[in-house]
């Protein structure tokens, strides 16, 4: 069984909770998450099985999508509900044309600074454990890109907007910068990503879902093929001497696609039509380079 699962994580899971879950029902060791989803936030997220988990990595490459609610006069410690609440402010004053006005500032290519309480790896320690322990956790800003913000609702003084970002996006800080823009504060009170690449929420099924669907024997509906994945990558289709060159890690040549740009990736297929490789463009060569094999 290879390929990958569209799930709607619930609030309140892992997303490791999640991956051990599958993993059950599939009865299949192979099974991994492409990018974690915290507890309280619930939405797409891919779960590779089998060959699937060899491109999990490029998952992510075409960005993300979310809804989130913000709520603008509180400050929490986490930058969201679950933590300690640090400071609060009037925001009685504050307006949707405020707010409206605020939000092309963070749009675009911008340094984001993640939040204390966040699974990034500090001499091999995620950040939130030695937060919890008291530690001093001195974090990077990090280069991230925010491509669209558009305000859904504004009731104050909870604002529900969508967000499409690059991935290392923290919404949560996001929630954060823009109530410190604002002078008034805010946290992050609720967030459903709606996308993760080419994986919607629409699209999507609940592990209750997946358990109906193992038990009547239909899973293969709800697989994705693992080449859907790299559906924006170049798709390069090989003959018999190219596929054979490929099976061995050989680089090959294909006059269809020799405009590609320097480490462009390409989606490989073999002879028989079946997803073989990822490769990347060598300009120097005026090559492709195999980088997997899943054949």
């Known amino acids: 069984m290879d390929g990958i699962l569209n799930i709607n994580k619930d609030l309140h899971m892992t997303s490791h909770d999640v991956v051990a879950k599958v993993r059950k029902q599939l009865k299949q060791k192979r099974v991994g998450h492409t990018g974690t989803l915290d507890p309280e936030a619930s939405g797409v997220l891919p779960i590779c099985v089998g060959q699937g988990t060899r491109v999990a990595e490029y998952l992510s490459e075409n960005g993300k999508a979310y809804q989130a609610i913000i709520t603008f006069g509180v400050v929490t410690d986490t930058y969201d509900a679950e933590g300690v609440v640090l400071r609060t402010a009037d925001t009685s004053q504050l307006t949707r044309e405020q707010i409206e006005a605020a939000l092309p500032h963070f749009q675009g290519d911008q340094l984001q600074l993640p939040p204390r309480y966040s699974a990034i790896k500090i001499q091999g320690q995620p950040a939130y454990k030695l937060a919890r322990a008291g530690s001093e956790v001195i974090l990077e800003p990090r280069p991230v890109t925010i491509h669209n913000l558009e305000i859904i609702d504004w009731s ?96 090959f040549s294909d006059p269809a696609n020799q405009q590609s740009a320097p480490g462009e990736l390409g989606r490989v297929y073999g002879v028989d039509g079946r997803f073989l490789a990822i490769a990347t463009w060598d300009t120097e060569q005026q090559q492709w380079k195999p980088r997997k094999v899943l054949a």
């Open 156 to 251: 104050h003084p909870h604002l529900t907007l969508t967000v499409s970002c690059s991935k290392g996006t923290y919404i949560r800080s996001l929630a954060y910068d823009l109530g410190e823009y604002l002078g008034c504060g805010g946290y992050l009170t609720g967030l459903i990503r709606t996308r993760s690449g080419p994986f919607v929420l629409q699209d999507s099924i609940t592990l209750e879902q997946l358990a109906l669907a193992c038990e009547q024997g239909n899973l293969a509906q709800y697989l994705f093929p693992a080449d859907f994945a790299l559906q924006s990558y170049p798709a390069i289709h090989l003959d018999e001497a190219q596929t054979q060159r490929v099976m061995h890690g050989n680089s």
